[in-house]
């Protein structure tokens, strides 16, 4: 009986002592430079600059002169959209862009809000600061950092913005937000050097929070900004409050990952399976091999030679609109693939699409958005911050037509303070921008629960 305790206190106190040895890791990058060159001597400037979007009608010019210039090819009979993007749908999207498409509309609606530049680690860092007009008495606004992903930009916050720094509920939160532009992308600088992983942006946005005062805050992401945000929390975990995704594919299996698809189907509570993992899992394995190789050749091409397609799509604006607005049909709902308009305008505005299309084309940023994929892809998937857990209390929002599913069971391998896990009505992969009310209300959830627990 004594033996069997002593036995028993061991196996508890080794097994104990791994999960403290896991909580205290942490992790580590050095300060990097990315600008040209070598690093200066002295201090970096750490002026914040305000920063307006701005257009030359010498630039409008030479984007319709390429469009006019353009080649259209015919699509095949019937292909719609499993072809890529629908060539007849495609003159469609270029006239209004060219002849309807009001830029210099969308741009005062892009400086609506307050945008920034700063010099971080030997680049310019573009942001949006958007503080709430008005927080209830007693309160205090409660800052969060919000990470896009490819191929979208910090526009894709832009109606979820409002909802979050003036909510209409007096009983939510009011938040503080902070949009940046990854490195590479929009109006941030591109990096110089190669090695611009996550992990960089990631450090790179704990320097841009410190800068602007914030000790401790939250962070949002989806597609990229769900793998910078996490790296965050791998980071500085003590400066993360909570961790709120949308899109969190498993980083490597694990043996209750793959005990889970070979029974899941058949015991599924066993797994704690619910009906969208069921069907998002089980259509049949060959199936989903099938789509996943459909919808990925975008990546193997990215994360091997960007430079080379990029620089096509650089010099075209047509063929930078079919390839980014592609995945704004796809990636929304995958049916969208059979029908000869993609689907784009039943989730998305024609003026929306080309504003971030837009974003790319005038910043030039198509390449180096694309090397993003080289940098983190090219270094093996097995990196450091695959084999350490967050343990920042995080929440996620489950999308039902995402690109993959992520049943909870999965999510508790690499999440460990899982705090809430919402089953959302509908939405796809840009959730924050086709469903921006589900995503407010999905992040005033998680955000109570932690403030809630703290208190």
Known sequence: MLIGVLIGLLIGGFIFFLVQRNRNRVLKIEDGWWGTGVPPDGEEDVTIHPFKVTTSNEELEDLYSRIDQTRPVASLEDSKFNYGFNSQYLQTVVSYWRNDFDWRRQVDKLNQYPHFKTKIEGIDIHYLHVKPKKVPEGT?????????????SFYEFYGLIPLLTEPSNPDDLVFEVVCPSIPGYGFSEAPHKKGFDS???????HKLMKRLGFQQFYAHGGD????VTTNMAQLEPKSVKGLHVNFAPPSKPSLSMVLSIMLGRHFPKLFGFTDMDIQRLYPCMAKLVVESIKESGYMHIQATKPDTVGRGLNDSPVGLAAYILEKFSTWTNCDFRNLADGGLTRKFSLDDLLTNVMIYWLSGCIISSMRFY????GKGLNQPHSKIPVYVPTGFACFPNDLMHTPKLWLHQKYCKLMTFTPMARGGHFAAMEEPQLMSEDIQKFTKTVEKKKK
Do not use: D, Q, R, Y
Request: with cysteine.
């Open 140 to 152: 205090t606004a409660i800052p969060l950092i919000m990470v896009h992903g490819w191929p979208g």
């Open 199 to 205: 992990v960089c942006a990631a450090s790179i946005f």
């Open 224 to 227: 990229w900004g769900w793998l």
């Open 374 to 377: 080289k940098e983190n892809f």
